[in-house]
Antibody, heavy 121, light 109 residues
Framework: EVQLVQSGAEVKKPGESLKISCKGS????????IGWVRQMPGKGLEWMGI????????RYSPSFQGQVTISADKSISTAYLQWSSLKASDTAMYYC??????????????WGQGSLVTVSS | EIVLTQSPGTLSLSPGERATLSCRAS???????LAWYQQKPGQAPRLLIH???SRATGIPDRFSGSGSGTDFTLTISRLEPEDSAVYYC??????????FGQGTKVEIK
């Protein structure tokens, strides 16, 4: 069974750094792209970027390029989303999701449970 | 960047009725790279339809997708109470970013 398990909720202050994780199991981690999606409180889904864990090839949405860093450690089947300096506007639920097929162009087929990030002074 | 516009914003129907949700793209979505997701309150989204018309694993056949080019439709043939959710379309046919629509809320009376 494909599973993506994300790290828990975080409460941070503006200016702090953060790295959240997404651990895949039940499939070959290096064979499928993983994406990250933001959902701000009461709002819709925003596509942030994707990474191919086998070689760490990464593509970002222009809206998030330079604002976050997506990475992966294939030795422990884990993808990451990190911020160097959080803002209050980063408060949101963040989902990781594995692409449905092994193709680069594929829907987001398997989702993690979400990681809630709250940034408040 | 391709912009997806979903309509209506909210759909309020009774159990057993047919729901028709629309997703219109600002430019043609190549090779029908269009997906639909369902999100219930407090839950992660779930993939319903990929490639415009293919049901994902385990999705009931009352959910169907159609369309091509710039106009796509998700149809729920016979609404059940558990179909109450927000539905999002997403395109993944162009170069990233692979954008989502703003969502359609389906309410069951």
């Amino acid at each position: 069974e494909v599973q993506l398990v994300q790290s828990g909720a975080e409460v941070k202050k503006p200016g702090e750094s953060l790295k959240i994780s997404c651990k895949g199991s039940g499939y070959s981690f290096t064979s499928y792209w993983i994406g990250w999606v933001r959902q701000m409180p009461g709002k819709g889904l925003e596509w942030m970027g994707i990474i191919y864990p086998n070689d760490s090839d990464t593509r970002y949405s222009p809206s998030f390029q330079g604002q976050v860093t997506i990475s992966a450690d294939k030795s422990i089947s884990t993808a990451y989303l990190q911020w160097s300096s959080l803002k209050a506007s980063d408060t949101a639920m963040y989902y990781c999701a594995r692409l449905y097929s092994g193709s680069y162009r594929s829907a987001l087929g398997y989702w993690g449970q979400g990681s809630l990030v709250t940034v408040s002074s | 960047e391709i912009v997806l516009t979903q309509s209506p914003g909210t759909l309020s129907l009774s159990p057993g009725e047919r729901a028709t949700l629309s997703c219109r793209a600002s430019q043609s979505v190549s090779s029908t790279y269009l997906a639909w997701y369902q999100q219930k309150p407090g839950q992660a989204p779930r993939l319903l339809i990929h490639s415009a018309s293919s049901r994902a694993t385990g999705i009931p056949d009352r959910f169907s997708g159609s369309g091509s080019g710039t106009d796509f439709t998700l149809t729920i043939s016979r609404l059940e109470p558990e179909d109450s959710a927000v539905y999002y379309c997403q395109q993944y046919g162009s170069s990233p970013p692979w954008t989502f629509g703003q969502g359609t809320k389906v309410e069951i009376k």
